[in-house]
């Protein structure tokens, strides 16, 4: 008993005597903040990964474009070892070459659209009636057999678009951020994250994808020219379009799909619905590759100095790849092009780290973590198995950035309750830029989700939503102008300070309990 209350006694100066030695040193923070807040290159390279290298879908030229810029950018800034490292296997690659369509009966009008991923043209410009589909299962489609070919088909809605009356950019209030900070652990799958889900895949009612696939089997079967598919969310000529189909080496080529803006594919219902013939033209050209099925990773690192320690890891990254309709400004050159500004902040200040930090830029994260998934499996554990590999003890943590271009205002912890004093430490430096909140909290969506399911500390940072969940998440408007370039000048620069602290403090980040395996 009497050990028990000695220990009890202790604890309180243990963990005080552990909070100061995370204090972070004041000198090379105030050396970051100049460098980050000053001398900042982040919109240039959101630039080169955004308008110069275009849309960046997985195994695309504009993806192979950004990637090669990265690594190439990367060694000139001193980092060491920069590669394209292959992870397996993913599929086929795939580019919009041409695309035009519009409306030409009952009057001429262009059309906002755009052709979803994978899926084929339509063997040049095509003019075509327009077919109105109204079966609610698969006896009702049959009887539309015979009349698809040559046809651009659309199914009936009756959707109406109600006005919003909230502004589409937000920053978090100092109450949403105090109700993170209080936070309990949560559930790994919370009501945000199901929501998220949700969002993402649409809001089409329940079996209509099924249909959808039904309907594509029909209009190829009946030779018909292409389906058009509305909007799943969203208003004011905002596409949240994204894939249409498999890409699997060995898949087929999918039908020709274009999603078309809520409004006017409203408007075409509408005016077949009254009786009156509905004529389009449509031209859509697109190159399937299976040259290389394989997805890559940008890779390359600042080498440890500590002779004991430099063997350890410490990791940063976000995702390179991102849908086509624009050129993925905040999904997510954002979070590379910040992640990239942190490696060069450290290298222009010429650090010593004792513990290597080594940055990955992933692929394959829209179509499920695919990068870093695999990458956690090639290096460090397989989920399924849960049988460690030798560099799995040697990452001290992996922090993340991924949801749009809002300045960092916090971290979740993950459930690592461990790090909260940690990290409350490391951003007190910067309560003057708005980022002190710290949340017990899980977030999820995105690449450091790979790392946590095999029990290494994985982060990702709490950003200010901005516009990102209403206007350019996934959709056409994903493109550099919407960028916050002193939100992003932020982010590197607490981003550069956390790396460094974790590369350069006595221990590695604590863990949680290492999960079981999941087969």
């Not at 982010?491 to 974790?502: K, Q, R």
Request: proline residues 5%; neutral net charge; charged residues 20%.
């Amino acid at each position: 008993m009497r050990k028990v209350l000695l220990l009890a006694c202790l604890l309180p100066a243990f963990q005080l005597i552990q909070a100061q030695t995370e204090a972070p040193d004041q000198a090379m923070t105030a050396r970051i903040r100049e460098e980050g807040l000053k001398h900042s290159q982040v919109m240039d390279i959101a630039f080169r990964l955004t308008d110069v290298s275009g849309p960046r879908l997985t195994i695309s030229p504009g993806f192979t474009r950004a990637a090669t810029w990265a690594k190439e950018q990367l060694t000139k800034w001193g980092l060491e070892g920069a590669v394209l490292e292959p992870w397996g296997e993913f599929g086929k690659g795939w580019e919009l070459q041409k695309f035009y369509l519009a409306q030409t009966a009952p009057y001429y009008r262009p059309l906002i659209a755009f052709p979803k991923t994978w899926t084929k043209g339509t063997n040049g410009l095509q003019q075509a009636d327009v077919v109105l589909i109204s079966a609610k299962d698969s006896a009702e489609l049959a009887g539309y057999a015979g009349k698809l070919k040559g046809k651009i088909i659309i199914e009936n809605r009756s959707d109406s678009l109600l006005p919003g009356f909230k502004a589409d950019a937000a920053r978090f209030t100092d109450e949403q951020l105090a109700g993170m900070a209080g936070a309990k652990i949560e559930p790994v799958d919370t009501a945000a994250m199901r929501r998220r889900r949700e969002m993402m895949m649409g809001q089409r009612g329940p079996g209509s994808n099924y249909m959808l696939a039904k309907i594509k089997e029909l209009a190829e079967k009946e030779g018909a020219v292409a389906v058009l598919t509305m909007n799943p969310r969203g208003s004011d000529g905002t596409l949240f379009v994204q894939g249409g189909g498999a890409y699997q080496a060995g898949a087929p080529e999918n039908f020709t799909d274009i999603m078309l803006s809520s409004e006017e594919y409203l408007s075409l219902v509408r005016l077949l619905k009254a009786g009156i013939p509905v004529q389009l033209e449509a031209d859509v050209k697109t190159r399937f590759s299976t040259a290389d099925t394989k997805g890559y990773n940008v890779i390359a690192e600042i080498k440890g100095t500590d002779p004991t320690l430099k063997s350890e890891i410490v990791m940063l990254g976000g995702h390179l790849d991102s849908w086509h309709g624009a050129t993925g400004a905040t999904d997510n050159a954002a979070g590379c092009s910040v992640m990239m500004e942190a490696v060069r902040i450290l290298k222009t200040l010429n650090v010593k780290p004792r513990r290597t930090i080594r940055i990955a830029l992933w692929s394959g994260e829209e179509q499920g973590l695919h990068g870093s998934r695999n990458y956690v499996k090639n290096h460090f554990a397989d989920p399924a198995t849960m049988v460690l590999k030798p560099e799995h003890g040697k990452v001290s943590g992996y922090f993340n950035l991924d949801n749009g271009t809002g300045k960092i205002r916090g971290i979740y912890l993950q459930g690592n309750a461990a790090c909260g004093p940690i990290f409350q430490q490391w951003l007190a430096p910067f309560a003057d830029l708005d980022a002190k909140t710290v949340t017990i909290s899980n977030t999820g969506g995105t690449d450091h989700q790979a790392f946590d399911a095999v029990g290494i500390p994985g982060f990702q940072f709490i950003q200010d939503p901005i516009e990102y969940d209403t206007r350019t998440h996934h959709t056409n408007m994903d493109s550099y102008d919407h960028l916050v370039a002193a939100d992003l000048q932020q982010a590197a620069t607490i981003v550069a300070s956390f790396v460094y602290n974790a590369a350069m403090r006595n221990d590695k980040l604590p863990r949680k309990e290492l999960p079981k395996a999941r087969p």
